[in-house]
């Protein structure tokens, strides 16, 4: 409200409130912080998990950033922005999400320091732009290379991501199912560079049974069961057709009314739609098919024909089961049965139902060159199969990002002491205040180390000093090992993570960093949305008393 000649002007809606200035800056980074502190617990092999329960009474234990954050209902714009880059940083790369948001929250811990000095926001956002850069630079230059071939490294990669999760019991031969399903899809380019469609790799949990049960299929798993009970529960040397039509009588497109005088017409039309039925299955007879997989559904008669032909069928199969199926056999999808030919159809060696844990599946396995494979997750109970679910999915991401873009760096913390330090000794070549600016950012860095030292029940201190020293003597790959409690090189340890992983971490972070930095001036129209809800209620009283009085 503003005052003109002693008589005050309404500009904003009333209930409307409003913060400026430092009041503004200091609120936003206050809750950006506090979604920070939520999941530093959890970072590292020793973090702690997190128990969530919805509104329902749905429970999720999982110690995976970006899933704490989805299920927390977040209701500040400030702390939502940081949950965003937990997304986007779960969506290029898979893992990292902690590390994200805890920087986050450091760079504008270190940022609120700068403010209350009195330092401009766009100052300070130059400068952390300037040291982002250069943290890029940094990464890559100590970025270590890999290829496709070298399973070991991959391996210990995916490990990486696996330990300090649920699955961590079984973390060598989880590790090595999700390098054999990423190798398996992986296709080179001409550039001799390769594309990793994690699409391709299908994850279908199943309760029951152990971890280490978890098991690789060359082909892929379709949740549904045989349709009828007298075709064969197995097949060798399948010839696979794949439909997207149903095998069914279609009812006509438009309405037309049939007048019967004579009860052997309703006998004719009978025959007629068994004749039709009948016409499909032996088209897929003929061209050699003894597996269907249907999209749509298959009519009780065309079941009773299949089973007849000693033919495998599978109806109401999801489209995306669909294409991993023919992308896994070399299938070609068929919308309609005028076109099919014996080379449409796909091959596997066998094509069989199973019972996992209570329920039935069909595997589909022995696909000569299988661009999609499935990974069957078992484990104790529906809790322990979800998270596991969640470390698969993280791993088969950070073994993709490696595939893809060849450089790693050791993890524990190491990355970002070493960035930490370059950043130190380059910030007074510039000078002026962005240099300041430019050391807050360096401080905010050590945050990974310290947290995970504190995770562990390790001193923060002794842990940070050390690993300076360390770095100052050119030990790059050095970081904190939680198991140990000492500083020791994490490349020897096996602890590998994907430079894109450090890299996306430090930007996404950098971005949120800034964007809450220069918000000055926060408008929010609370109770609005309370009045138009009133306003509406009204409205509808009034409408009702109008109906009443014309009746």
């Known amino acids: 409200m503003a005052t003109l000649q002693g008589v005050p002007v309404l500009i904003l809606k009333e209930g409307t409130q409003r913060t400026v200035g430092r009041d503004a800056q200091r609120m936003n980074i206050m809750a950006a912080r506090i979604i920070a502190e939520a999941v530093k617990t959890t970072l590292g092999p020793k973090g702690m998990d997190k128990m969530l329960v919805d509104s329902l009474g749905d429970v999720v234990i999982t110690n995976d950033g970006v899933t704490i954050l989805k299920e927390m209902d977040v209701e500040h714009p400030a702390a939502k922005m940081v949950v965003e880059i937990a997304k986007t940083q779960e969506n290029e790369v898979g893992d990292g999400t902690t590390t994200a ?18 330092f401009h926001p766009t100052t300070i956002a130059k400068g952390y732009r300037l040291a982002a850069a250069k943290a890029m630079e940094i990464l890559d230059n100590f970025a270590i290379t890999i290829n496709v071939e070298d399973v070991e490294t991959l391996k210990k990669v995916a490990a990486t991501a696996i330990t300090g999760k649920h699955a961590e019991m079984a973390a060598d031969r989880l590790a090595q199912i999700v390098v054999d399903a990423v190798k398996k899809v992986a296709e080179k380019r001409p550039d001799n560079t390769y594309k990793v469609d994690e699409d391709n790799i ?3 949990k199943r309760h029951g049974g152990s971890v ?19 075709m064969p529960k197995r ?29 052997d017409q309703i006998k004719k039309f009978i025959e007629q739609e068994e004749k039709m039925i009948k016409d499909m299955v032996d088209k897929i007879a003929k061209v050699g098919a003894n597996v269907v997989f249907c999209q749509k559904g298959i009519d009780d008669l065309a079941q009773y024909y299949l089973a007849k032909a000693g033919i495998l ?8 089961d669909i294409e991993k199926i023919a992308k896994a056999t070399g299938a070609k999808i068929l919308t309609d049965l005028r076109d099919i030919k014996p080379e449409d159809l796909g091959t596997a060696e066998i094509v069989e139902e199973r019972k996992v844990g209570d329920e039935k599946m069909v595997f589909v396995m022995g696909c000569k060159n299988p661009k999609a494979v499935t990974i069957l997750i078992r484990g104790g109970s529906e809790h322990v199969v979800d998270e596991v679910e969640r470390s698969l999915t993280d791993a088969i991401k950070v073994t993709k990002a490696a595939v893809e873009n060849g450089k790693i760096v050791a993890g524990g913390g190491a990355p970002e002491i070493e960035v930490s330090l ?26 990974i180390p310290r947290a995970l030292s504190e995770n562990a029940g390790l001193d923060p201190i002794d842990i940070l000093v050390n690993l300076r020293k360390a770095h100052e003597e ?16 994490m490349k020897e340890k096996n602890v590998l993570e994907p430079l894109k992983v450090k890299k996306q971490a430090i930007s996404s972070a950098t971005e949120v960093a800034i964007m809450i930095l220069r918000i000055d001036d926060v408008i929010a129209a609370k109770g609005l949305e309370k009045e138009s809800k009133a306003g509406g209620e009204e409205k509808k009283e009034e409408e009702e008393e109008e109906t009443t009085e014309s009746d």
């Open 101 to 118: 948001v805890v920087l986050a929250g450091e760079l504008l811990k270190e940022a609120q320091k700068l403010l209350d000095q009195n």
């Open 202 to 204: 299908k994850l279908e």
């Open 212 to 230: 280490a049960d978890t098991q690789l299929v060359d082909g892929i798993v379709v949740d549904k069961e045989v349709v009828h009970p007298a």
């Open 235 to 263: 097949i060798k040397n399948a010839k696979i057709a794949v439909l997207k039509a149903s095998l069914e009588v279609k009812e006509t497109e438009i309405d037309a009314e049939i007048r019967i005088t004579d009860p």
């Open 313 to 320: 069928a599978v109806r109401r199969v999801k489209q995306s």
């Open 422 to 447: 370059r950043l130190k000794q380059w910030a007074p070549s510039l000078g002026g205040r962005e240099q300041i600016a430019i050391e807050a950012f360096a401080n905010a860095l050590e945050v």
């Open 474 to 489: 050119g030990k790059t790959t050095y970081g904190v090992d939680v198991f140990s409690g000492k500083v020791t090189c």
